[in-house]
């Protein structure tokens, strides 16, 4: 991504990504702005779940990673109220999963076959997700500009899924906090597996409908989930986090190629292992679990979820 | 004693053919960056290496720590992450060079006396004294580590012929004396020569112990210990003018100490919300004003800087002036609030101006205006359209510093790839120089750098795309009075001097 001291042809690097990866013509520049968001809300996430340090973490880093991803919280909110209703085939029980389905609409147009891509392209795309990004002029502003057309250099139908079971382990973990509003997220992200179940590629059909209807109800959670996230997180002395997270190993979270595909299982609890894996196993290299094992998992999960939740 | 700018005495710098950014009077010299040669140019003193094994050298083998140091200019590396430099200062002459590293060690370097028959060896630095400052703890409430690397060393000016610094880590600020002793007493009664005891039975005469010479020893011991008064990491710590207190800053919470009293401290700035989930701000460094004691600044995460009285209120939580400039909107991103983070705020000599450091630029504030910076410099504007990435690396939270220069018209701080940049406020020029090994022979004139954003790359630029982000010139130090300066490249310490001719 950046080069430590070695010299890299600029025209090399543009070539070697944008061979791998399906790029429409012309994409609007609202889409890369979306996209942009995503990815930022994506590394946010990452940043603030992904290592493990000996030491209390900078406060400051912790902070702004926090405000970053309220402002782009906020933003989500505001454009879930702003926009009219769409159509919904079921609702998007995740709040955090919504906010990546947006993105595939605007994609599924040039890339009629982007399960085809498999898992290692999509996968180098997630993961230098950022430097294609910049190399659009103007890409980061808040409000999208017009602007020279940016190819869109991720494989979409990669990240929804990857997010969704990301996104629904991360509500699975929350409900490791004692809080009602926790509880509220767990009743909602017990319908997320059966939505997830259809695989990639039924889900994309779905995302294409699903976008926008929801978020009104789905952003009243958010917050609620996002604050859980930072109490029970960083921003308190008593660090709550260490004691309720001690057990589990994050080192799932962290999308190094290297230690992406050490066992994770040894300390969590079967339920996120699982699926914590099938969110992993994109990042290592190795082909896209198929659909089937999955959904059994994760009906398993469903119900472990519901003896959590003391049903 | 403060002298203004103009009153300032150069000493012999009238002899000597001064850089532009340096001259007191008259018409700059043309930069060398222009003109490809050197008149008014730096050059590379010497290179030091913290030396990590010396108390195990010395050990082994009765070492001089000065003959250490001379082996490690040569190549050693010892380049454990232990070693990496992460604060440097001058005191108050110039006359000592502190360090503090990642394994809270603090190395002391003296300038080399001036002598007639190596004229040319005036301005290196030796190692004057090696100590350990800060260990390792354990936090058994949190289970977490408390890191020794030193964050800051701030200098006491002396009083007598000790030298008093405070060094702090993220927890616990230390009080160092570091003293000389060249004669030690001879000829004791009831011990011999070797300290063992004598018998009293083969005792026939008295005598009296005398001083006799002995070789230059240089000791630091710890003679006071400010610990337990912050829950959150201290980022700064300040000398007030008024030599009897300091104090001491962590991301939520101020705290002013007496030096002789280490038990208690008083808060004078807490920005901790009720809630912790409200809290959106931190605090990233303070500054006491060099000549008015009761008056600090402090700046936050979200590029705010507030100075405060404390004649006003014992609780200095409403400022008495706020620093803040309105965003521009043509660059508003996603990141303007990250790289807004103020990293490093520094009053001027003249007590007059203030800078502060943010990830892209350094600007200049006059005190006596508050909505805008008199002055904005870019450090590294190629950056801008690589913050996505930087972000994801965790670059865009790297912390430079920025130095003054003795008489407040050249600014520095540091940036990537090992380069750091000098800003000279009155002809507004700047160059970017390297603090690496390959580029500079001691001696040798330091060529300026030039970064090329895209397009054709000319010969000797280098791209955006080919900058080591590893390679970062955080710390930085200037002498107070002459044209020196010390810049720490990982664990490479790197003194740079302008030109003598």
Redesign the interface.
Same mark, same amino acid.
């Given at each position: 991504m950046l080069g430590k001291g070695g010299k890299r042809k600029f025209d090399e690097h543009e070539d070697g990504l944008e061979g791998k990866i399906v790029s429409p013509s012309d994409g609007p520049s609202k889409v890369s702005y979306t996209l942009q968001r995503q990815t930022i809300f994506n590394i946010s996430l990452m940043k603030l779940y992904n290592h493990r340090p000996l030491t209390e973490p900078s406060l400051q880093k912790t902070v702004l990673i926090n405000n970053m991803l309220r402002r782009i919280q906020e933003e989500l909110k505001q454009e879930g109220s702003l926009r009219p209703a769409f159509p919904a085939s079921s609702p998007p029980a995740d709040p955090l999963g919504s906010s990546y389905r947006e993105a595939p609409p605007a994609f599924s147009h040039p890339a009629p076959a982007p399960c085809e891509l498999g898992g290692a392209a999509p996968l180098e795309a997630c993961l230098t997700p950022a430097s294609l990004l910049e190399d659009d002029q103007d890409t980061f502003c808040t409000s999208p500009a017009a602007q020279p057309a940016a190819p869109a250099r991720l494989a979409p139908p990669a990240l929804p899924p990857e997010k969704d079971s990301f996104s629904s382990a991360l509500d699975e973990i929350e409900e490791l906090c004692p809080t009602s509003t926790s509880m509220e997220a767990a009743e909602a992200t017990t319908d997320d597996p059966k939505g997830d179940s259809g695989g990639p590629g039924a889900q994309r059909p779905e995302g294409l409908q699903d976008g926008r209807p929801d978020d009104p109800k789905l952003m009243d959670s958010l917050p609620g989930n996002f604050e859980i996230t930072t109490s029970t997180g960083f921003l308190t002395d008593l660090t709550l986090d260490d004691i309720l997270f001690a057990d589990i190993d994050t080192s799932m979270y962290d999308f190094d190629p290297c230690t992406s595909a050490s066992g994770t299982s040894s300390k969590m609890s079967p339920v996120s292992a699982d699926d914590l894996l099938k969110t992993l196993a994109p990042y290592s290299s190795q082909p896209v679990a198929p659909s089937q094992p999955f959904k059994m998992d994760l009906t398993e999960l469903d119900h472990i979820m519901e003896v959590l939740v003391g049903s | 004693m403060v002298l203004q700018p103009s009153e300032r005495h150069y000493g012999d710098w009238n002899h000597r053919r001064l850089g532009p950014w340096c001259s007191p009077t008259g018409s700059p010299a043309p930069l060398s960056c222009e003109t490809g040669c050197g008149e008014g140019s730096w050059i590379l003193v010497c290179r030091l290496l913290v030396p990590t094994q010396v108390s195990l050298l010395s050990m082994e083998e009765d070492i001089d720590t000065r003959k250490i140091n001379n082996s490690f200019l040569r190549d050693h590396s010892y380049a454990t992450e232990a070693d990496i430099i992460s604060t440097v200062e001058f005191n108050h002459t110039g006359e000592l060079l502190a360090t503090g590293d990642k394994g809270g060690r603090v190395v002391i370097f003296q300038r080399e006396q001036e002598s007639k028959n190596q004229v040319h060896r005036r301005g290196e630095y030796n190692v004057y004294s090696t100590f350990q400052s800060h260990e390792p703890e354990f +936090?058994y409430l #949190? &289970? !977490? @580590? %408390? @890191?020794e690397k030193i964050n800051k060393i701030r200098w006491l000016p002396q009083q007598n012929a000790a030298y008093f610094l405070l060094s702090t880590n +993220?927890k616990t600020v230390k009080l160092w004396k570091v003293s000389e002793r060249d004669k030690r007493p001879e000829g004791y009664n009831l011990k011999d020569e070797e300290g063992r005891l004598r018998d009293p039975a083969t005792i026939t005469t008295l005598r009296v112990p005398v001083l006799r010479p002995m070789d230059l020893m240089v000791e630091a011991t710890p003679r006071r210990v400010f610990a337990n008064a912050h $829950?959150?990491?201290i980022n700064s710590i300040s000398v007030n003018s008024d030599y009897e207190t300091y104090m001491s800053a962590d +991301? *939520?919470r101020i705290n002013l100490w007496n030096f002789e009293i280490t038990n208690q401290s008083f808060n004078i700035v807490d920005i901790k919300p009720a809630n912790? @989930?409200e !809290?959106?701000?931190?605090i $990233?460094a303070a500054e006491f004003h060099p000549h008015h004691c009761n008056t600090f600044v402090y700046s936050s995460?979200k590029g705010t800087i507030r100075l405060c009285d404390m004649r006003a209120s014992a609780l200095c939580d409403r400022h008495t002036k706020f620093f803040e400039e309105p965003e521009d909107p043509s660059n508003?991103?996603?990141?303007s609030? %990250?790289i807004s983070?103020i990293s490093d705020v520094k009053f001027s000599h003249s007590g007059r101006y203030i800078m502060t450091r943010d990830y892209l630029t350094v600007k200049v504030w006059d005190l006596n205006m508050e909505n805008r910076p008199i002055e904005t410099y870019q450090v590294h504007d190629y950056l801008r359209? #690589? *913050?996505?990435? *930087?972000? @994801?690396? /965790?670059?865009i939270?790297d912390k430079f510093e920025c130095v003054w220069n003795g008489s407040d018209s050249v600014i520095m701080t540091g940036s990537y790839?090992n380069f750091f940049r000098m800003f000279d406020r009155n002809t507004k020029r700047d160059v970017t120089l390297e603090a690496s090994r390959e580029n500079s022979k001691p001696r040798a004139i330091l060529k300026p750098r030039k970064v090329c954003v895209g397009g054709k790359r000319r010969k000797d630029e280098i791209?955006v /795309? &080919? !900058? +080591?982000?590893? #390679?970062k010139i955080l710390h930085t130090a200037w002498h107070p009075s002459e044209n020196i300066i010390a810049v720490a490249a990982t664990n490479n310490l790197y003194i740079f001097q302008d030109k003598v001719n």
């Open positions: - | +936090d #949190k &289970s !977490l @580590e %408390i @890191e +993220d $829950t959150y990491h +991301d *939520l912790m @989930e !809290l959106t701000e931190v $990233t995460s508003r991103s996603f990141f609030e %990250i983070s359209s #690589k *913050l996505c990435s *930087l972000y @994801e690396n /965790d670059c939270f790839n791209s /795309d &080919s !900058l +080591d982000f590893s #390679k």
